[in-house]
């Protein structure tokens, strides 16, 4: 049975959830905020599929590109391209999918502004799923969904983390001629109770409702990407990369991350994913042509079906082929996980009895560096005032 796993290395991807026969497996939320499988022992009848589809237990080996095409690409289109995390290529992708009477399945935030997985043919949905959010995703049910429009012949595009398409290609164990999964490099999920955590004091400051979330917004460019946070009063917070805390907390410490994240048994080639989208860090330095500063994605394309799907976009993208493909090793997270720190080993596990702020100071708080830089930027402003 599922409970088999230890729990450091379950990634929460609900696909035993999805396979069990008996409905007998519920993912339950624990003090961090992440979800866990439960089994109920009456009901089980101890089949093991549960073990049996688990992407960790049964890792399997995938048969694609061990030196996939890397592509530099974006959008054509300037709103679709500044609206999504890197150059948008997800969103030309579902496009071409959705036009051609299928579905896809990707990331929304619900009514609390937490995440989860939806199935839909509808383009009004894309924009909700368009864009990177940063904490874990709910998946419930949407890997039997996708299995009910498979077998109807419909085309399904799925795009997840790298634990969540093993687990879909898991719970499946059939090759789909008519699926295409994409995943991204993933420097891990984040905890959703953290985040809410993060968002109530956001409520608190602005005294407002949330109204709209974007994550690495470009208003001030991609390299210097912020945190966009709109309120129903019509007020607005953007929180530069280096000063929003919840970012700190994400790239400077590692401290909200699911345990297997850091031990993550997803990285490097070949993916069970037919294409990989990336932020395409770096491409300033090896062809700043490529590089206006609104967001460049690389691309992996790791088998044919991805091949195929990719040359149906080409006339709606930019696209450029990187021959020295040793710059895409640039991408840390594709190969590695990332560390365990000091702040993670505390903050999830105190945050039922600190307070955001209190947690912030005392396990994330802002670089002394930016604080000396940004004391002397406000000086530097009174001296201007004063001379005027
Ligand atoms: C948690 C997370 C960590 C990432 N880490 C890195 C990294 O370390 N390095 C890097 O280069 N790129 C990383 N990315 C990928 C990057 O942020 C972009 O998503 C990617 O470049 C695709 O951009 P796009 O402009 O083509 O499409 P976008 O529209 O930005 O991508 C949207 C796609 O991402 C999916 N998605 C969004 N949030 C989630 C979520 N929480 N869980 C599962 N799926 C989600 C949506 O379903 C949608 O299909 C990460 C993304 C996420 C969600």
């Known amino acids: 049975m599922i409970d088999k796993l230890e729990k450091s290395k379950c ?24 979800f866990y499988p439960e089994i109920d022992k009456e009901k089980c009848i101890k089949c093991n599929l549960c073990e049996k589809v688990c992407p960790v237990l049964q890792k399997k080996q995938s048969d694609n590109d061990k030196n996939p095409t890397v592509i530099a690409a974006w959008s054509k289109n300037n709103n679709i391209r500044l609206d999504s995390t890197s150059g ?31 199935l839909t043919n509808k383009i009004e949905d894309l924009e909700k799923i368009r864009s990177s959010k940063y904490i874990q995703s709910r998946i419930e049910d949407t890997f039997l969904e996708i299995k009910e429009k498979l077998d109807e012949g419909k085309t399904v595009l799925m795009c997840g983390a790298p634990c969540q398409v093993e687990g879909l290609a898991n719970f499946l164990n059939k090759d789909y001629d008519n699926l295409i999964l994409c995943d991204f490099i993933c420097r891990g999920v984040n905890s959703p109770k953290i ?5 109530d004091s956001l409520e608190k400051k602005y005294k407002s409702k949330i109204k709209a979330i974007k994550f690495k917004d470009k208003t001030y460019g991609w390299h210097s990407f912020s945190t966009r946070i709109e309120f129903e ?39 069970r994913s037919d294409i990989t989208l990336a932020d395409f860090w770096g491409i300033e330095k090896i062809a700043p042509q490529l590089d206006e500063d609104k967001g460049t994605s690389m691309v992996l394309l790791n088998s044919e079906k991805g091949r195929n799907l990719f040359a149906k976009i080409k006339e709606n993208i930019n696209h450029y082929e990187i021959e020295d493909k040793d710059n895409f090793l640039q991408n840390k997270c594709m190969y590695d996980s990332v560390e365990m720190t000091e702040s993670r080993k505390h903050v999830l596990n105190e945050m039922n009895n600190l307070d955001y702020d209190e947690l912030r100071k005392k396990y994330f708080p802002e670089p002394k560096k930016l604080k000396i830089f940004r004391i002397n930027i406000s000086l530097l402003l009174k001296k201007i005032k004063n001379r005027k």
């Open 195 to 199: 985040f809410r955590k993060y968002l």
């Open 88 to 118: 948008g290529i997800f969103s030309e992708l579902a496009k071409e999918v959705l036009n051609t009477e299928g579905y896809i399945c990707g990331a929304i935030y619900d009514e609390n502004w937490m995440v989860k997985h939806i």
């Open 11 to 34: 990634t929460g991807c609900y696909t035993c959830a999805n396979k069990c026969p008996q409905k007998c497996i519920k993912m339950v939320e624990d003090k961090e905020g992440f």
């Open 233 to 271: 009063n019509g007020k607005k917070y953007i929180g530069n990369r280096y000063l929003d805390s919840f970012m700190i907390g994400y790239l400077k410490y590692n401290a909200f991350m699911r345990p297997s994240c850091y031990d993550c048994q997803f990285k490097g080639l070949p993916r």
